[in-house]
């Protein structure tokens, strides 16, 4: 009950103040979040990416260590706070430093900036909410428990699956009490395919610019693409389906 105690100075119970911190770093996802989609749209774009090509390559050309780091960084906050431009981003990563090392670079930082949103979420809301279900009844902890018993596939689901938003994938885990370790990993792994990718889009930026062109960034639907991501994401799934069967067989 001592934790309940009104606080002499502002008048609030100590258990008010720590729920409201809590809270704190999703509000301030959610509050840059907000205002980075009106202020940052018109500068994270291929316009942008296409203006500024030369500049960007005489700097990566004679600063590469630190080119990469002010890359990773740049990406790691255009995630971490749900910033337009992340498609913008993996393209640039494609077209300073090629299809790989690129890829590592721009995996790398989603999955840092992914990581943050997981975090400040589970801390914020995931930690209580997953509590409340696993102590529940009825459906909403068969829900819970059916999240549980796939979590491997679900997880690598929401990333291969492109209808997925980012933003949403990252959330949903920290909601459901995702481990923080087992969503670093199926993020990483999940995201390589289309990172890749757009990786390689971007690798060929220059010689788009030089069309005066735009990239297709649909190129992820062409069959040759799509399909082996869409079989990736089958067997994802095998395992839910597989435990849905010998359940059934079991009943």
Do not use: C
């Not at 509050?31 to 018109?42: E, K, M, Q, W």
């Not at 498609?87 to 990581?115: D, E, Q, S, W």
């Not at 829900?143 to 938003?165: C, T, Y």
């Amino acid at each position: 009950m001592t934790n309940l105690k009104p606080d002499p100075e502002h008048g609030k119970s100590v258990h008010g103040k720590s729920g409201m911190m809590r809270h704190l770093p999703l509000l301030l996802i959610l509050t840059v979040a907000g205002i980075g989609a009106f202020t940052l749209r018109d500068y994270l774009s291929f316009e942008t990416l296409r203006d500024n090509r030369e500049a960007l390559l005489a700097f990566r050309d004679a600063n590469y260590a630190m080119t990469v780091a002010g890359f990773m960084a740049a990406y790691v906050v255009i995630v971490a706070f749900s910033l337009p431009g992340a498609t913008i981003a993996t393209l640039t990563g494609g077209f300073l430093f090629a299809t790989f090392p690129g890829a590592l670079f721009n995996v790398l930082a989603a999955t840092i900036g992914a990581t943050f949103i997981f975090s400040a979420a589970r801390w914020g809301l995931g930690e209580r909410l997953a509590a409340k279900m696993e102590d529940g009844s009825g459906a909403i902890k068969k829900i819970k428990d059916g999240i549980d018993e796939n979590q491997w596939s679900m997880l690598f689901l929401i990333r291969l699956v492109p209808a997925v938003p980012f933003f949403v994938a990252n959330l949903v885990p920290a909601l459901v009490g995702v481990p923080l370790s087992r969503f670093v990993i199926s993020t990483f792994v999940g995201i390589i395919p289309g990172g890749v990718v757009y990786t390689s889009v971007g690798a060929g930026l220059g010689d788009v610019f030089a069309r005066g062109e735009t990239p297709d960034l649909g190129i992820i639907f062409e069959p040759q693409i799509l399909l082996p991501i869409l079989g990736l994401s089958g067997l994802a799934v095998l395992p839910i389906i597989i435990k849905a069967v010998r359940g059934k067989k079991e009943a």
